[in-house]
């Protein structure tokens, strides 16, 4: 079992930057696949990056690349998600989320087994 909790949101203007945290307890985090997910008003939950357990391999979704960047600290038991130059279209619920998975990376929801409680961020002017 996997406690998930996130913090970082907010409410900032389009262009400005944010740094979600993802804490972790339970059993070990670094055996964890991570990712983010985020559900826009109205609309389905979404990838948005997934690392592997020790951060070597990262995969982000399309809509993201060049602008966030993922990163995990197993000593700390916490995973970051960096959003720059943020847009309108990045206002969503983040969640993150941990996958018992080997050798692979997973952008599919079905696949992560724990998720936390999500955390709001909103882009507006």
């Known amino acids: 079992q996997v406690q998930l909790v996130e913090s970082g949101g907010g409410l900032v203007q389009p262009g400005a930057s944010l740094r979600l945290s993802c804490v972790a307890s339970g059993r070990s985090f670094s055996a964890y696949v991570m990712g983010w997910f985020r559900r826009a008003p109205g609309k389905e939950r979404d990838f948005v990056v997934a690392?592997?357990?020790?951060?070597?391999?990262?995969r982000y979704g399309d809509s993201v690349k060049g602008r966030f960047t993922i990163s995990r600290d197993n000593a700390k038991n916490t995973m970051y998600l960096q959003m720059n130059s943020l847009k309108p279209e990045d206002t969503a619920v983040y969640y993150c989320a941990a996958a018992d998975l080997v050798g692979r990376l997973a952008d599919s929801i079905r696949e992560y087994k724990y998720w936390g409680q999500g955390t709001q961020v909103t882009v507006s002017s």
């Open positions: 690392i592997s357990q020790g951060g070597g391999r990262i």
